[in-house]
């Protein structure tokens, strides 16, 4: 009897964290689904807002890491990207299209501290 | 029995949160956007303090197939016009080998005014070198250099054009010819007719042209150098083709823009990206 009790008490408690991470993964999601729609219209600050919403309701998501990313590069805010692109790439170290986007964003923030380093 | 029966649904619950956390975590697979991007990349210089700029002119020398300081100064000119807030002074381009030609004379004269000697055109002249008056090289550019640290004299051109910011500098724009080993890509066709490119050695002579321009930026206002820059590029082409001067020239240019540009505007970089989700 009481190991049954123990067996439905941890199974009860993995659903119900498994239901709330569930929970936070999928508001996560619809948070990036709407970042990449508004930011495909061009409203890329209001993609932050959602992108960084995503990453503050799972903070294991690498998507909206890199998404964010792309969004603070194109607002020309390039030491908040790089902190963006960094967290995805320690999140999922082997995905190569983050790997494409850091690499390409590299170019230009290294082009860009050369810069400053020459005033 | 019944142990058997709660066994089994123990091990369903197990399976089924288990399932539930993959499901949750490895989400339903990945969508991939591409998306145009535009960095903006701050100016190197602060132009805030002027609305209008100059470009006066340049040191220029090498090639006289074309006249590379005005070519320089219209191109320049026509950037700035359609990709920098600054207003942009339509002046007579400046023959600055001839004011550089002008003041290393006085210069020459007040150095032997003041030995008690008679005036002497040897390079050395109390510490005055000599400028040569056909500029071929790199090295014959270098006493002109004296010209961009004149304050007086470009104090008096900021004056005379109401302080604006002072665009200047030299160029050099001289033919090039290397001959060597050059890496080609080569179509190859195996036995059974499959198309293969492989790269291969071959010696080649090739000629073209250098350029190598030195920005100068000038505050009207004091005079003084506020940011200079250099830079460096060359084309060469297979030795049979004939490619005009200018036509080099511009290409050449085109790669030396941005960056110019990037000294007094926010420039943006174009590119894309893919947006996950």
Redesign the interface.
């Known amino acids: 009897m009481k190991l049954?009790c123990a067996?439905?008490l941890i199974?009860a408690f993995?659903?119900s964290t498994?239901?709330a991470?569930?929970d936070s993964?999928?508001e996560a999601?619809s948070q990036?689904?709407f970042g990449?729609n508004v930011?495909?219209r061009g409203l890329w600050r209001e993609a932050i807002y959602r992108w960084e919403k995503a990453v503050e309701l799972d903070p294991k998501y690498?998507?909206a890491y890199?998404?964010l990313a792309?969004a603070y590069?194109?607002?020309?805010q390039?030491e908040k990207a790089r902190k963006a692109y960094d967290k995805a790439l320690e999140l999922e170290p082997n995905?190569t299209?983050?790997r494409?986007?850091y690499d390409?964003?590299k170019e230009?923030n290294d082009?860009?501290a050369q810069?400053k380093d020459?005033? | 029995m019944t142990a058997w029966l709660?066994r089994r649904i123990?091990a369903r619950?197990?399976l089924?949160?288990l399932a539930?956390?993959c499901?949750?975590?490895a989400?339903c697979g990945?969508a991939?956007?591409e998306?145009p991007?535009?960095?903006?990349?701050?100016a190197?210089l602060d132009v805030s303090a002027f609305q209008r700029v100059l470009v006066a002119g340049f040191v220029a020398g090498g090639a006289e197939d074309i006249d590379t300081n005005q070519e320089t100064v219209r191109l320049l000119r026509s950037q700035l016009r359609s990709k920098s807030e600054l207003r942009v002074i339509d002046a007579d381009v400046m023959q600055l080998v001839d004011v550089a030609q002008e003041q290393n004379k006085a210069a020459v004269n007040d150095t032997a005014a003041a030995d008690g000697l008679s005036v002497k055109t040897s390079s050395e002249n109390g510490g005055v070198t000599a400028l040569p008056q056909k500029i071929k090289d790199e090295k014959d550019l270098e006493p002109y250099d004296r010209l961009f640290a004149n304050t007086a004299y470009w104090k008096r051109i900021g004056e005379e054009y109401q302080n604006p910011l002072i665009v200047t500098g030299s160029v050099l724009f001289t033919p090039r010819s290397s001959s060597g080993l050059v890496t080609r890509e080569t179509e190859v066709y195996d036995g059974l007719g499959r198309r293969r490119v492989v790269p291969q050695r071959v010696y080649m002579e090739r000629k073209g042209f250098m350029l190598r321009p030195k920005f100068v930026f000038i505050d009207g206002r004091t005079g003084a150098t506020i940011y200079s820059?250099t830079r460096r590029e060359e084309v060469l082409y297979n030795a049979q083709q004939e490619t005009p001067a200018l036509s080099s020239y511009f290409e050449l240019m085109d790669r030396i823009v941005p960056d110019f540009l990037?000294a007094l505007s926010t420039q943006k970089?174009k590119?894309t990206?893919?947006?996950?989700?």
Not at chain 1, 73 to 76: A, I, K, L, T, W
Not at chain 2, 37 to 42: A, G, L, N, Q, R
């Open positions: 049954r067996t439905f199974a993995a659903f498994s239901t991470f569930a993964r999928d999601r990036v689904d990449i930011a495909q690498a998507a890199n998404d792309i590069e194109h607002e020309g390039l995905n299209q983050i494409q986007n390409l964003f230009i082009r860009v810069q020459k005033r | 709660s123990n619950l197990a089924g949160g539930l956390v499901a949750t975590t989400g990945t991939l956007y998306v991007v535009e960095t903006p990349i701050p190197k820059e990037g970089i590119g990206r893919v947006l996950i989700k």
